[in-house]
């Protein structure tokens, strides 16, 4: 297939593309957010005296006002802002309205609160102590799903548990044990776009909202639920969107928002994010420490897998506590292991909250089980490609849930032998004091973490003049699935792809329904559910062309922009068929076109007391690596190459795996080497910016970064293909990690791998690389 | 977006309108205004009044015997300046190393060194190089040499109703060299500014190593980076107590740091 | 403050606040939408636009400076040669969700005429992050657009 131009080219590059950061509507009221400055207390008294009377001002909404409504996409577990108690500095407890951002920014430093501070628990381990502060107190009365189940009068939200086989009793009788213990920062999405929102009532009670969001139904479906209103009483119109990267998936400002349009009359209400609110209000990445075991045989089969997650959700469990619940059920990821024995604990703690971030889980589990198998590899002595070739998952053997793998699933073996290969495996280094070099691999794998019935619409309609308009439910957030979409179905009709319109703004009254927009699922759904509609369309073209060419339907053939029967020389534009033909007489055959298709894994299932079912509707395998240089003196640590190896089953758009695959190696690297939000002991965030909280900057990385794409069709994939958008960063933080342990011997376990910590290790693990 | 702070900003046209609005209350200088404006923004700054100077001229580049960049001068244009870059090379190296060349082409040097942060870039190009700054306040100009400059920290010499007019650099003879050293975080957490003049004598200057810049006379040094490390770090040691520790770094690790980057500059300079 | 400038080819007036920066003037006053505050702290770059040519950070220039300068976003563009440099990040996927697009167009305009090595285009286009591309099609699609616009 050859790739056609990005569909949102245009209004990108003139800078025409509009985000909800830039809409305003007459009238529109400004909200500005009143921040708790304590990290834990009972909320004795909010004054807004002061702030009402001041110009601009039009009103000032409080938490308690707003405390009858309750929302949480797995548990019921927060109100829009803090009511009664507060629990994580910077959360909203009031919010202010006036005519412009200013009056209402100062104007929220005027509403006065008073707390009667309550201790807090920052630390995750400190939250499962006995005795503990309680973040939520009323844990158990909350509504929650089924599968999330929370500990009463604890701060535990969820306690995931998998068990294949029998992990301990295997581990007293392996070869060779290792363990270790591993922890990976809290951060964010630092997309650049802030959380904002715009809400405005209709007259007839419908809500209609703008937000940048990932997932408008979803958006739609919780909004119902929180504000006990209909679907189709609210419309959600999601624009341009400056990146998500999983943190705008769900539900987030867009409730406090309606709420807050609904307090003044239904006016309509922006509420856009600072920076520094975005760190604090929008939700970041889980924070996690793991404790890892792993038996294997002398041989290097590895036998036996324990892992003990600790993920740390912040105040409200949110997505968390399904990061958590993924995070344990990839297990052993790519490698078959016959015995795995996981437990994820998702705890609450006094801190921003967390949410999903590109890689739900699977990305957290990468760092831990990739570095403890090198680990192991290396103590056993055995090539760490060959350890990992010798033990990876293949046709026939079954995930650590028991999912079977198929020849439909890809190639894992031929990943790594060209990710190893081309990073120049086994090859010699150029180590000289004090720089050296290392290269370390990691295997990926990753499917969509969604739940069983997550479905997917299209519908396509003709125009006059045989383009046509397609409707699908995902959103353009960057990642160019509209593009390949509108591919889809240009190549189908064998037509120009400026004939065809995608709907790159959302607008959930009219479009087609998709679940969300996350877990690279779009192009598998939406895909699929788009050549579905393409099928039906065509289906109802033949039937018209049988009839005006007075042959069986079987006869007719759709392509280069005609219908034509098959081996003889009649053909019609599209145009004069798809609206209906009209005869000379007058007549009409057929009516005008319209395709419809969605999309469903009917097989799926949910994961059973042991965890064990088939999560995944699709499985993307690849293998990652790195070169790396080491500055043992400063802990400096440089990605000289990057090779990804993805098998996509089919690639739709090559410029755009490309871009993705490209893009998530940098973010990749970006966050395993710098970033964390760094909070200092009473919860605060010691750099909620982006002066010190670092992404990385145009000179920090280099050209190196190769993608290759094997294409082993999916069965069940549009025209065989797989996602990318996630998988493009799960190995890539312990192919780092490897690569260093590679070059000094030196074995880190935290990430980011800073230059100071980096230095600490060297420090306490060889020294003598240090003695100058 | 987040929004400035209320203050007052005044816009005087020349130097004497600019020296009268200095007069009372809590008035902040802005030239450039970029550090201003990031340490609002920051919370770490709440002015009352902003007395912008980008009106009142001062905007030379004189070089003679010594380089003088006049208070208005950006970064940028002493970084492109090819009589600087040739004739004062550590000037248009530390400048054309302060953040991007966007703040670059609004921030000054003057600003970069007024009020020292521990991240100053320019400093230790200023201290190195037996710099002056001339002040201007009610009661006439007066200068103050580079030594005498930094009392306390992000505090410099000139009085509250003095404006700083400009700074010089003396021409130096000799090898020259400078690095920074940045983590997570987009400043540097510290700055390395060496010269070995024509007898040998080596002399290095740094921001961010402790609360104020330092300047340390170190006479001969080794130039291979074994030998420079062990004397840098010896000679460091007397500041061990005083060396910062914060957010961005550990005091233990900055020290460390300094000893190896220079150690390196001066091997570096070696070759 | 009364205030004027020239804004995109027109003569502007605002009464603005003293602490008011660029990037509120022109888009809350003017609503020209391309230049963004990811930031606004002076980081993200995203804010840049040309005083009287020079590329700035609108959230560090206060309005008031402005007074009698010449302001340009992308949107005043008129030379015919940003048509090259649209083209160019097109063809080689110099963005993705196009946030930060604007400000590296505008910024790679400043650099027509330059003949840069790759490292000097990086080394340039410091001060303007994007969190989706990796920066490596960025890097392309200028090093493209300098080389049609020599051509
Ligand atoms: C993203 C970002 C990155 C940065 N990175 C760096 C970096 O790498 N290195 C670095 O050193 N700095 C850095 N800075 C800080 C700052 O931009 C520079 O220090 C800059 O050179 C300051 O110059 P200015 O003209 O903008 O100063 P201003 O902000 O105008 O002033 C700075 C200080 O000097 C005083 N002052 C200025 N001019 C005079 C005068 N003529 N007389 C008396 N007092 C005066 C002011 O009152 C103020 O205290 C960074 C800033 C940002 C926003």
Redesign the pocket.
């Given at each position: 297939m050859t790739d056609i131009e990005r569909v949102d080219a245009l209004d990108k590059v003139t800078g025409r593309a509009l985000y909800v950061y830039d809409l305003k509507f007459p009238g529109m009221l400004y909200a500005a957010l009143v921040k708790s400055t304590v990290p834990h207390g009972i909320i004795k008294k909010v004054d807004p005296s002061r702030a009402l009377a001041r110009e601009g001002v039009e009103a000032v909404i409080t938490g308690s006002q707003l405390s009858h409504v309750r929302a949480g996409i797995y548990i019921q577990d927060r109100t829009p802002m803090a009511a009664e108690k507060v629990r994580y500095l910077g959360e909203p407890v009031a919010a202010v309205l006036a005519r412009d951002l200013r009056s209402a920014r100062e104007a929220a430093e005027m509403v006065e609160v008073d707390y009667h501070e309550l201790s807090a628990v920052v630390d995750p381990r400190e939250a499962l102590r006995e005795g503990a502060p309680l973040v939520h107190e009323k844990l158990q009365e909350y509504h929650r799903y089924q599968e999330i189940k929370p500990l009463p009068n604890s701060n535990v939200a969820n306690v995931f548990r998998l068990r294949k086989g029998d992990a301990q009793s295997i581990l007293q009788r392996s070869d060779l044990v290792v363990e270790d213990t591993y922890t990976e920062a809290m951060i964010s999405h630092a997309y650049m776009e802030p959380m904002s929102v715009i809400a405005w009532w209709n007259p007839d009670g419908t809500l209609e909202l703008w937000t940048s969001a990932q997932s408008p139904f979803a958006v739609r479906n919780l909004l119902s639920k929180a504000l006990e209103l209909s679907e189709s009483r609210i419309v959600v119109h999601v624009p341009y969107v400056g990146g998500g990267f999983g943190g705008k998936a769900g539900l987030h400002l867009e409730l406090l928002v309606a709420l807050l349009s609904k307090a003044v009359g239904g006016r309509p209400v922006k509420l856009t994010l600072s920076r520094e609110d975005n760190f604090y209000v929008a939700p970041s990445k889980v924070g996690v420490s793991a404790e890892g075991k792993v038996g294997l045989s002398k041989e290097g089969k590895i036998l036996a897998l324990m892992v003990n997650y600790l993920v740390d959700a912040g105040a409200y469990a949110d997505y968390a506590v399904n990061v958590g619940k993924t995070m344990g059920y990839i297990g052993a990821g790519p490698y078959d292991v016959p015995n795995v024995w996981i437990d994820s604990t998702t705890v609450y703690t006094n801190k921003p909250f967390a949410t999903a971030f590109r890689g739900f889980g699977i990305l957290e589990a990468h760092w831990v089980v990739e570095r403890l198998l090198e680990t192991a590899s290396r103590k056993l002595g055995v090539d760490p490609v060959q350890f990992r070739l010798m033990n990876r998952l293949r046709p026939g053997s079954t995930t650590s849930t028991g999912q079977r793998i198929t020849e439909g699933s890809g190639d894992l073996a031929k990943c790594l032998q060209v990710a190893a290969d081309m990073v120049g495996w086994g090859s010699r280094k150029s180590s000289s004091h004090p720089t050296y070099v290392g290269r370390g691999v990691a295997l990926a794998m990753k499917g969509p973490s969604v739940p069983p019935y997550n479905s997917a619409q299209a519908y396509l309609k003709f125009n006059e003049d045989g383009t046509l308009d397609v409707s699908v439910g995902t959103t353009e957030i960057g990642q160019g699935t509209m593009t390949s979409i509108v591919q889809l179905v240009a190549e189908e009709f064998g037509i120009q792809p400026n004939k065809v319109r995608v709907d790159l703004v959302k607008d959930t009254s009219r479009s087609a329904y998709t679940w969300q927009t996350v877990g690279s699922r779009s192009l598998f759904y939406d895909g699929n559910a788009v050549l579905a509609a393409v099928d039906d369309a065509k289906s109802q073209i033949r039937r018209i062309a049988s009839k005006v060419f007075n042959v069986e339907e079987e006869e007719i053939s759709i392509g280069g922009g005609k219908v034509f029967v098959k081996g003889g020389s009649r053909a019609l534009d599209l145009k004069d068929v798809v609206m209906g033909y009209v005869t000379a007489n007058g007549n009409v055959i057929g009516s005008p076109v319209v395709g419809r298709g969605s999309f469903v894994v009917p097989d799926l299932t949910y994961l059973d007391s042991q965890g064990q079912g088939n999560p995944f509707p699709v499985i993307t395998f690849g293998a990652q690596s790195v070169e790396v240089e080491v500055d043992v003196l400063t802990g400096v640590v440089k990605v000289n190459k990057y090779v990804g190896v993805f098998d996509l089953g089919r690639v739709v758009n090559r410029g755009l795996a490309m871009d993705q695959l490209v893009g998530g190696a940098v973010m990749a690297i970006s966050l395993a080497l710098n970033e964390s939000i760094k909070f200092d002991e009473g919860g605060a965030i010691l750099n909620p910016n982006l002066?010190d909280y670092k992404v990385a900057e145009i000179g920090d990385v280099n050209d190196n970064l190769i993608g290759v794409f094997l294409e082993n069709p999916d069965p069940k994939g549009p025209r065989g293909a797989r996602g990318i958008g996630e998988n493009a960063l799960l190995g890539i933080p312990a192919a780092i990690g490897n690569a260093i342990y590679d070059a000094i011997g030196v074995s880190v376990r935290d990430l980011p791998i800073t230059p100071e910590r980096l230095w600490r290790e060297i420090r306490a693990q060889r020294p003598e690389l240090l003695e100058v | 977006m987040s929004l400035l702070p209320n203050f007052k900003l005044e816009l005087p046209t020349d130097l004497k309108e600019a020296i009268s609005e200095l007069a009372g209350g809590n008035v902040?200088?802005?030239?450039?205004?970029?550090?201003?404006?990031?340490m609002s923004y920051m919370h770490i700054l709440r002015p009352e009044v902003v007395v912008s100077?980008r009106r009142i001229g001062l905007r030379e580049i004189k070089v003679s015997d010594e380089l003088e960049v006049e208070?208005n001068v950006t970064?940028s244009a002493v970084a492109r300046n090819e009589r600087v870059r040739k004739e004062f090379p550590l000037v248009a190296a530390s400048a054309s190393?302060?953040?991007?060349p966007l703040?670059r082409n609004?921030?000054?040097?003057?600003?970069?060194v007024?009020?020292a942060?521990p991240?100053?870039?320019?400093v230790p190009a200023f201290l190195l190089m037996d710099g002056k700054a001339k002040v201007v306040g009610p009661s006439g100009p007066r200068e103050i040499s580079a030594k005498d400059f930094f009392v306390g920290p992000l505090e410099t010499a000139?009085r509250p109703d003095e404006?700083?007019?400009s700074l010089t650099f003396r021409r130096v003879e000799g090898e020259w060299g400078f690095t920074e050293f940045r983590t997570d975080s987009?400043?540097?957490i510290i700055n390395v500014g060496v010269l070995r003049n024509k007898k040998g004598k080596v002399r290095v200057a740094y921001t961010g190593l402790t609360a104020m810049p330092n300047l340390l006379d170190l006479g001969t040094m080794p130039s291979d980076f074994r030998g420079g490390y062990r004397e840098v770090r010896n000679i460091l040691q007397d500041l061990s107590t005083q060396v910062l520790d914060d957010l961005r770094s550990s005091a233990e690790y900055r020290l460390h740091l300094a000893s190896v980057l220079t150690a390196r500059l001066l091997e570096g300079m070696g070759r | 403050m009364k205030i004027k400038f020239r804004l995109n080819g027109r003569d502007v007036e605002a009464d603005v606040h003293p602490s008011e920066t660029l990037l509120e003037t022109i888009r809350d006053r003017f609503e020209i939408t391309s230049p963004k505050g990811a930031c606004t702290?002076?980081?993200c770059g995203l804010c840049v636009v040309l005083v009287d040519g020079e590329p700035l950070k609108s959230c560090?220039v206060l309005t008031p400076e402005v007074q009698d300068s010449t302001v340009t976003t992308l949107e005043g563009i008129k030379d015919e040669r940003i048509e090259t440099v649209r083209e160019s990040f097109v063809e080689k996927h110099g963005f993705q969700c196009g946030f930060c697009t604007p400000a590296f167009i505008l910024r790679t305009y400043t650099l027509l005429g330059r003949k840069l090595s790759r490292e000097e285009i990086r080394e340039e286009l410091k001060g303007t992050l994007c969190r989706c591309t990796g920066y490596k099609a960025i890097v392309d699609s200028v090093e493209e657009a300098l080389i049609k616009v020599r051509e």
């Open positions: 002066v | 902040v200088i802005a030239a450039g205004a970029t550090r201003v404006l990031l100077i208070a970064l190393h302060v953040a991007d703040v609004k921030a000054t040097v003057v600003g970069n007024v009020n942060v991240y100053s870039s320019m000139q404006l700083v007019t987009q400043l540097p | 702290q002076g980081v560090l």
